[in-house]
């Protein structure tokens, strides 16, 4: 991902998520810049994580979902220690079939360290990534096709606020976040921190939605009980996305 230098976007107006063809998502090049090996923040996240799954004992949870789940493993992997079904919800054609691929004929080598990781701090996974992962269902869709109240669980990686530039439609999709699961539901999140518009490699210009922790704040609150945010510290093993570090989030949608 590259920077994009301060100012209106290219085409001079708010980029809304419709505006992106998600359907193009450059799969090899972000697996490249952001999973093909574990960066300090993968470490942060997944611990983080990790922490949120182990209050369920194994299996505990009956269903739920990874929102713009894209090509990252990890994420699901630390959902099936929890999870006896994980929807792993994702628009982009190509992203799909990266999933579907990885969960047909086993993970690529560099989601090793990955799975290990997960595995030390979920000792209720299986010792065999594929075993796991046979939890996962791969369903092609956006946060528009949630339908409320249908999980225990939704974790969403980096999602709301790197699809779009606009502040109203960034809070729609967090709304649909919350409601997907039912009262009393656990939310868990990770926000890149005040991210501009960004490119992958040398690709088209991504629309994206810079937020701190009181827009965080401003959008969860109202929403949710339980709310709790922590920083992690910008990645710079990264390349530069304008972002200030990562935001990770635990909430739950009230109860009735
Ligand atoms: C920056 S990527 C993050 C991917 C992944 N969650 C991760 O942790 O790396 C943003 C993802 O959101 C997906 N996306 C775009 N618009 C969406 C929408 N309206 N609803 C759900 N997902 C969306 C994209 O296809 C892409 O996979």
């Not at 209050?55 to 269903?63: C, H, K, Q, T, V």
């Not at 959902?79 to 086993?106: F, I, K, N, T, W």
């Not at 339980?226 to 635990?250: F, M, Q, S």
Request: proline share 9%; net charge neutral.
């Amino acid at each position: 991902m590259g920077r994009i230098p301060p100012g209106p976007p290219e085409t001079g107006r708010v980029r809304r998520n419709r505006d992106a063809d998600w359907n193009d998502w450059p799969v090899a090049d972000y697996l490249a810049e952001n999973y093909r090996r574990l960066h300090p923040c993968d470490i942060g996240v997944i611990h983080h994580h990790a922490a949120v799954y182990r209050r369920f004992a194994p299996g505990a949870l009956s269903r739920t979902v990874e929102l713009g789940a894209g090509p990252n493993l990890y994420p699901l992997m630390l959902a099936a220690a929890a999870s006896r079904g994980v929807d792993a919800l994702e628009p982009s054609a190509a992203s799909v079939r990266y999933l579907c691929g990885q969960l047909a004929h086993g993970v690529d080598d560099s989601w090793r360290p990955f799975y290990a990781l997960c595995r030390s701090l979920a000792p209720g996974l299986p010792a065999d990534s594929a075993e796991a992962l046979r939890r996962v269902r791969v369903v092609r869709g956006t946060a528009d096709d949630l339908v409320p109240g249908t999980y225990d669980l939704a974790s969403m990686n980096f999602v709301a606020e790197s699809v779009t530039e606009d502040f109203g439609e960034f809070t729609a999709l967090c709304d649909a976040f919350v409601h997907a699961v039912r009262p009393g539901g656990t939310l868990l999140a990770a926000f890149m921190e005040r991210m501009p518009s960004y490119r992958i490699g040398t690709g088209p210009v991504w629309p994206a939605c810079p937020v701190d922790e009181a827009a965080l704040r401003a959008v969860f609150t109202p929403r949710t009980t339980g709310l709790r945010i922590v920083g992690l510290a910008k990645d710079r093993t990264l390349p530069e996305y304008g972002d200030t570090g990562v935001l990770l989030l635990t909430a739950e949608r009230p109860a009735a």
